[in-house]
Each structure stands twice: as C-alpha cells, then as structure tokens.
C-alpha cells in the first residue's frame, strides 16, 4: 500500500480536486450553495436603483412577504435590467440590449412578479406584461399602463405581471396577496 500511495498521491489528489470542483459547479447551478428568494421584482429603468432606495423597496417588501419556500428567512431580490442609454456610444448600446434579452428570459421564465418602472407606459408598449387591475391580461391591442399601476416612492411606478400561458410565477397567489395589500394601503408605496 505503501509503494501504491508513493506513485498514485498526485493522481488521487488531482481527482479530489476535480470532484470537489465538479460539486461546486453542479451545486452553483442547482442553487445548492446559494439562498434562494421567495420574491423577485425585475426593475426597469434608465439608471441603476441606488443602494438606499433598493434597500428600502426590499425592507417593503420582506415586511410584507413570507417564508415561501421554508427556508427559515425571507429574501426579497430586485433584478435590475437598466438600459443606461444617456452615453448613446457602442457599449451603452451593448449594453442596453443585454439589459433587454435579460429581461425578456425574466418575463419568460416568469421570474418576477412585480414590475418597478421609470416609464410603465414604454414597458407596457415593448413588452406588454403589465395586468389589468382585476390580474387578467388586457387585450392584445391595449398597450397604456394606465389602471395597471400604482405610484411608488422616487417616481417609480410597480405593477404585476399577467400570465398569458399556465406559466406562472413561483408563489403567483402570495404575491397575489401583496399586490392586495399594496393598492389598499399606499402608505406602503410612498405613492
């Protein structure tokens, strides 16, 4: 055993290594090493949310959401997708249409629930993912947010996704729930 171990050590600790670098791997991509959140709201907008403002929206939410998923802790993750088209060169355009795709692979895996807006009327034209106040999808030709959102603090506005297929959003009824609560109770908003 001995002679075995003095010419195999590097080959043993090479395949440990891999191994533990295949788990890491594996386990990053199922979530494994990672909290998961049990509210996501995709923010939309020309500029970053400063860090303030994220925190605070967040704090709103957590206060408002449960533990979902049974996890002992209630995470609330704002996925922003910002265009940042002031600059108008080559990058900010690179970058702006990633923000899009990103967005786009949001609104069809049915990520977020909730919309935070600078501009809900141009969401609602581009993408037309915003629900009628009753949580039913508007027509195909009605592209105005009007109705469709509430006022939020820092000139935002949020509205909730409709599902035009059987896809829905992890815990739809919940956030259900807190859209309810959000329009009766606007202090919540700021709005």
Known sequence: ?????????????????????????IGN?????RDTPDLQIAYIGDH?????IAASIENT??????????????LVKINQFVSNISAGDA??????????????GDIDDCTSYFFLMEDPGKVQRDFQVLAMPDGSCPDEYDFSAEGKVIPWDF?????????????KTLYAE???QIWDTLQTDQTLTGG
């Open 91 to 104: 990058e900010s355009l690179s970058y702006q249409q990633a923000a899009e795709i990103a967005l786009i």
């Open 61 to 74: 939410f957590t206060s408002l959401a449960g533990d979902y998923n049974h996890d002992g802790k209630i």
């Open 174 to 176: 919940e956030c259900s």
């Open 155 to 167: 000139g935002l506005y949020l509205g909730r996704r409709c599902f035009y297929s059987r896809s």
């Open 48 to 52: 970053s949310l400063p860090e303030d």
């Open 29 to 33: 991509n199922l979530g494994w090493f």
């Open 1 to 25: 055993m001995k002679n075995w171990w003095y010419y195999h050590k590097w080959y043993v600790l090479c395949g440990v290594i891999l191994f533990l670098i295949g788990i890491d791997i």
